[in-house]
């Protein structure tokens, strides 16, 4: 499908992972883009030169380096967006790809007892040290089978999780959706045949450490996306999950231990791989679509069959 320049997508964290592709994605399809992101100067001469790529292609682009969760700059990103639209142009897409959260533990972790790796060092008559130094090299380098005996993740010993945590996580990752929702709904700025899709994981039913405030969120996303769906069908508004498989992104390495996510992902995987941004991507173009248009209150996992597969080998 080639979208038409008046169709816009409003992408919230726009200037890497998920949110980049789907940029990218939708532009090389003719969509028009605001993107919203929140980036500190040293990160520019990375970020500057993807955007222009897509200016580059012919695609129309506005970007604002703001703080997409502060209510009084929602307003002013609204007033520049419909300024950019002019009259004919409407908001086709609110993709909500805000990736902001604490990720601290519940509690003090209490180390287990590591009994596989001595034993092994035992048989092999090598010291322990030894044999633990050159499994971290291996695992490392690649070797994904080694995870279960490489050195654990190193979580942070002097914070933990508190109300505040979760509250300013459960907004950005997750009820912020609703805000923005709102704010395009009362300016009058959605189209008659809308797409409001927010980003997922398997941390929603699966407990990973250090996960617990971030996993609350993408909870409290997919509800009130849900919730979404039924309200403002009215509308023309159809609002889905997008449920990614573990993707290699700044997010994904910001979390401790991201190294085993990673290795047991490939290992569970039918395809062997990771997921990648640009999977997501072509699944939030799909959504897009006017064939997509009956899809509405899903939560869509994209992840080449991770879910479903019990193979870690």
Not at 26 to 37: D, E, K, T, Y
Request: charged fraction near 20%.
């Amino acid at each position: 499908m080639r979208f038409s320049q008046n169709q816009w997508a409003l992408i919230l964290g726009g200037s890497s992972g998920f949110g980049l592709a789907a940029a990218k994605k939708l532009a090389a399809h003719g969509m028009s883009l605001c993107v919203v992101h929140r980036d500190r100067r040293g990160a520019m001469p990375r970020i500057e030169p993807e955007f222009e790529a897509i200016r580059r292609d012919g695609a129309t682009l506005l970007t604002l380096n703001v703080d997409a969760l502060d209510a009084a700059v929602r307003v002013e990103i609204l007033d520049r967006l419909a300024a950019a639209m002019g009259a004919e142009g409407r908001v086709r897409v609110l993709l909500h790809s805000i990736a902001f959260g604490n990720l601290k533990l519940v509690a003090r972790e209490r180390a287990a007892e590591r009994s596989a790796l001595p034993a092994l060092a035992a048989e092999l008559g090598i010291e322990p040290e030894r044999l633990a130094a050159a499994v971290d090299a291996l695992f490392a380098g690649g070797r994904d089978e080694l995870a279960a005996l490489a050195s654990p993740p190193a979580y942070p010993a002097s914070a933990f999780l508190d109300a505040e945590d979760f509250a300013r996580t459960i907004h950005a990752m997750g009820t912020s959706l609703v805000d923005w929702t709102q704010a395009v709904l009362a300016r009058g700025l959605f189209a008659d045949d809308a797409r409001v899709l927010g980003l997922t994981s398997e941390g929603n039913q699966i407990a990973w450490k250090g996960y617990a405030a971030v996993a609350a969120a993408k909870v409290a996303l997919e509800s009130v996306s849900r919730a979404m769906a039924l309200e403002l069908a009215p509308y023309g508004i159809r609002s889905n999950v997008v449920q990614a498989g573990i993707t290699d992104t700044q997010a994904l390495r910001a979390i401790p231990g991201n190294a085993h996510l990673k290795a047991q992902a490939r290992l569970r995987n039918p395809f062997g791989r990771l997921t990648t941004p640009r999977d997501v991507a072509d699944v939030i173009y799909l959504l897009s679509t006017d064939e997509a248009a009956w899809v509405n209150g899903e939560v869509i996992r994209v992840d080449g069959g991770e879910h479903i597969s019990g193979s870690v080998a």
